[in-house]
Every structure is written in structure tokens, then in C-alpha cells.
């Protein structure tokens, strides 16, 4: 069972900063598409950032300019550091990983973690 961790989620003041964290196993990793979506309380999942192997990345119009996704091999681990939230960025922030690379929120992705919770209170 391929496991991704998640990690760095908490409670912040709206304008604060967190830094989320993914491990994920080497031989995923190294070969797979990164990214990761969010569930807010009642509405549906939304994608928020996904990066290639390659380096490219993709943002959600609503986070772009405010979060930045990364990926550091050494490491097999995928960041999200998100600046300037808000408390609309609240919810379950979840890593995934997947063969294709999609600019929209899928029902299903090759791995995904159990996910970490983000709420900024106003």
C-alpha cells in the first residue's frame, strides 16, 4: 500500500503563513505527477497546485500569486507554501500523485493521503 504523509497544517491568523509538507515513496515520486486538492467544510474539492516532473506547475486562480508549489528530490517530498491566507483556504488539504497531469480536480488519483487540516480564522 503506497502511502503519501502529509504534514505542516494548523490554525492561523487570516494573513499568516503555513508550509505543507508531503513525502511520498521514491519510486513514486521521482516519476509522477505531484500536486495537491482541498476539501473545504460542505463544498466540493477544488485542485490547488500541481507540479510535473519537469518543474511545471499549475494554480488555482484563487491561491495563484499566494501559494507555490515545489518538489525536492533528496528529499521525495512535495511543499505547498501557502502566504496570505485567507479564511476561505480553510480545509482538508490533501497530497496526491498521478501518472497524468490534469488542470482540473479529478474523483480519483493513483495515491493520495489522508490529508491535514488548514483553518485561518479571521
Known amino acids: 500500500q503506497v502511502q503519501l504523509v502529509e504534514s505542516g497544517g494548523g490554525l492561523v491568523q487570516a494573513g499568516g503563513s503555513l508550509r505543507l509538507s508531503c513525502a511520498a515513496p521514491g519510486s513514486i515520486f521521482s516519476t509522477y505527477v505531484m500536486g495537491w486538492y482541498r476539501q473545504p467544510p460542505g463544498k466540493q474539492r477544488e485542485l490547488v497546485a500541481t507540479i510535473t516532473t519537469g518543474g511545471y506547475t499549475n494554480y488555482d486562480y484563487s491561491v495563484k500569486g499566494r501559494f507555490t508549489i515545489s518538489r525536492e528530490y533528496a528529499k521525495n517530498t512535495v511543499y505547498l507554501q501557502m502566504n496570505s491566507l485567507k479564511p476561505e483556504d480553510t480545509a482538508v488539504y490533501h497530497c496526491?500523485?498521478?501518472?497524468?497531469?490534469?488542470?482540473?480536480?479529478?474523483?480519483?488519483?493513483?495515491?493520495w493521503g489522508q490529508g491535514t487540516q488548514v483553518t485561518v480564522s479571521s
Open positions: 496526491y500523485a498521478d501518472r497524468m497531469y490534469s488542470s482540473y480536480v479529478r474523483g480519483n488519483y493513483d495515491y
